[in-house]
């Protein structure tokens, strides 16, 4: 066996300047963190381009975040695994990159367990990663197995890394021309390593004693969700069902497509089921409610893929973030130094629904150590525009903004927030009472010539069973909105680029209005020093 470290010189000359120019990015002038449209209380690269998430795990207090990285431009190109540190899954500390391209192989995306029973021989609490070398010279040539599962590992705690071998651990067994983003888990009952990987239009599931050594098991989704595009980052896990009762708990299957989201463009689907080590089976009524064509999406929003997540907290939770931006324009909005930004970290419960169960997401407690100043609002008609936030707040800037508000959206129209610019400009978000959607409407809020399918049509998502007043937490981030509506049952992310920055903030409701119950309005503090 021949281990070596994960730095070699590439043979593409721009790809060799990445690894020559990564380092130097990692400690970057402060000023990089002020350009325009960069996010101040999200995770963003210092430099370069950056889109989904890998490889997150928790290590002894510190939670690792590992991303697609191509250091050296601000498009996609030589992957690389980035990495960054945090202990609250909020503040975030850029360490020296992880893996780097194998000549013109890329390190895609992948995971990292840590293996406290030395399984691999690395060492008790070596971190050891399971991740995808894409061949480049492979695709190109045509062949199908330009896509294999390799192993890494880490003994200093995610400081530096060492490949395990050159030979794939688990090879392309040329069925699926997609074999990629392998997830790790450890199945308890059976003292054996998982792994979830992608493979074209399902995932498939093996099993390994040592992480080394591996034997497939079987596959899902053939036959469920949509296919509107390869799947891509699978996760599984277990988790408690919030309000079942008596210890209940169902397995989660995440997986994301760069295609056929319901508002067009990347997305998450999931399904809930039961695993038994080897086998994923769908529970019997989510199996009635997910024909083929049609999966339950985590987002209703535009600019959410490629989630996974960490465990969180004492029973059971999971932390999930994500990629803040979607495949179809991905590579062409507005940048300066850096392209990509990471959601906020959200913890994912499942709750029993009319619907049947369905996944809630809920912005990390953690979040709330980042307010700076506080105001509540009185209760009020809302006719127009006749809430102006910044004056009521005493002054808290909609750029780094956080709401949480109670509505009565009346019968019919439309409610919600505005944000707006000197220039005209605007971008709304809210509640169509008419319709009873949730809605997003970006297309006046700047120059969307970038990309004929920015701006497109008003997103919308139809309001999850239940009714009653509107309980609204909104996330305001220079670029970005994030909204959690009715304690979780939906989530929308958008991102929205104004030729100037939105200064200002109203409450709005048209036709015949709509009513303030209670609202508080948070200054939030920027993650960066």
Same mark, same amino acid.
């Given at each position: 066996m021949r ?5 070699t ?8 300047a ?7 990015l ?14 101040q209380?999200?995770f963003?690269?210092?430099?370069g %381009?950056?889109?989904k998430?890998?490889? =997150? ?18 498009l ?11 202990r ?15 000549e013109?192989?890329f &390190?895609?995306s ?6 406290t029973?030395? /399984? ?8 050891? $990663?399971l991740? /995808?070398r894409h ?10 197995d330009f896509?294999?599962q390799?192993?890494?590992y880490?003994?200093? +705690?995610?400081?530096s %890394?060492?490949?395990?071998?050159d030979?794939?651990?688990m090879?392309?067994?040329g $069925? &699926? ?7 790790l888990l ?9 792994a979830?990987?992608?493979a ?10 040592d992480?080394?050594?591996?034997? %497939? ?10 296919? $509107? ?8 896990f ?6 079942g ?12 497509? /760069? ?5 067009s463009?990347s ?17 019997e009524?989510?199996e ?8 339950? %999406? ?16 004492s ?8 990629w ?7 590579r ?13 970290p ?10 049947g ?8 407690p ?5 307010r700076?100043?506080?105001?509540? =609002?009185?209760?009020a ?9 910044v ?10 903004m956080?709401l949480e ?6 019968t019919?129209?439309r ?11 605007r971008?709304r ?5 008419t ?21 497109? /049509?008003v ?6 069973? +239940? ?8 996330f305001f981030d220079?670029s970005s ?8 049952? =939906?989530q ?23 009513? =303030?119950?209670? +609202?508080r309005?948070?200054r939030?503090a920027?993650?960066?020093?």
């Open positions: 281990r070596r470290l994960l730095i010189a590439s043979a593409l000359a721009p790809w060799l990445a690894c020559q120019t990564a380092r130097k990692i400690a970057p002038p402060l000023s990089n963190y002020r350009e325009p449209h960069r996010p209380f999200h963003t690269p210092s430099a %381009w950056m889109d998430p890998c490889g =997150l795990v928790f290590h002894q207090g510190v939670y690792h975040l590992f991303y697609q990285y191509h250091p050296a431009a601000t996609w190109g030589a992957i690389h695994w980035g990495h960054a540190t945090s609250d899954l909020v503040r975030w500390g850029p360490q020296p990159i992880a893996l780097e391209p194998e013109e192989r &390190a895609f992948g995971s990292t367990v840590v293996d029973d030395n /399984t691999a021989g690395f060492g008790a609490q070596a971190l050891v $990663a991740y /995808t061949d480049m010279a492979a695709e190109i040539d045509d062949r199908r896509q294999t390799h192993l890494a880490s003994v200093d +705690g995610g400081r %890394w060492l490949a395990f071998d030979e794939p651990v090879p392309n067994p $069925a &699926a021309k997609d074999f990629r983003d392998p997830k450890r199945h308890a009952p059976s003292r054996r390593w998982v979830v990987v992608a074209g239009d399902h995932v498939e599931f093996w099993v390994s004693r992480l080394k050594r591996w034997e %497939w098991k079987s596959d899902f989704g053939r036959r469920f969700g949509s296919h $509107a595009s390869a799947w891509e980052s699978p996760d599984l277990a988790l408690p069902v919030e309000n009762g008596g210890g209940e708990q169902r397995w989660v299957l995440l997986q994301s497509m /760069t295609a056929g989201s319901p508002n463009g997305g998450m689907q999931y399904f809930i089921g039961e695993f038994d080590g080897e086998q994923f089976v769908l529970d009524r989510f009635r409610e997910v024909p083929y064509g049609r999966g339950v %999406w985590l987002d209703q929003g535009r600019d959410h893929f490629g989630g996974l997540t960490w465990p969180f907290g029973e059971g939770q999971r932390a999930l973030i994500a803040m931006s979607n495949w179809d324009y991905a062409q909005v507005p940048a300066s130094s850096w392209r990509g930004a990471m959601t906020l959200v913890t994912l419960s499942l709750r029993q629904t009319p619907l169960l369905r996944l809630h997401t809920r912005p990390l953690a979040l709330e150590t980042l700076q100043q506080s105001a509540s =609002l009185a209760a008609p809302i006719r127009g525009a006749s809430i102006d936030l004056t009521a707040s005493g002054g808290i800037d909609p750029r780094a956080e508000l109670v509505l009565e959206p009346g019919m129209g409610c919600g927030v505005e944000l707006s610019n000197s220039r005209g400009e971008y978000i809210g509640f169509d009472a319709q009873q959607l949730y809605y997003s409407d970006r297309t006046e809020a700047g120059d969307h010539r970038f990309s004929a399918r920015f701006a497109g /049509t997103h919308t998502a139809l309001r999850p069973p +239940g009714g009653g007043p509107l309980r609204l937490r909104l220079a909105a994030e909204l959690f509506a009715d304690d979780g049952a =939906l929308m992310t958008e991102v929205f680029f104004p030729s100037e920055d939105f200064t200002h903030a109203t409450l709005f409701a048209e036709g015949p209005g709509a009513k =303030l119950i209670s +609202g309005v948070h939030l920027r993650i960066w020093p």
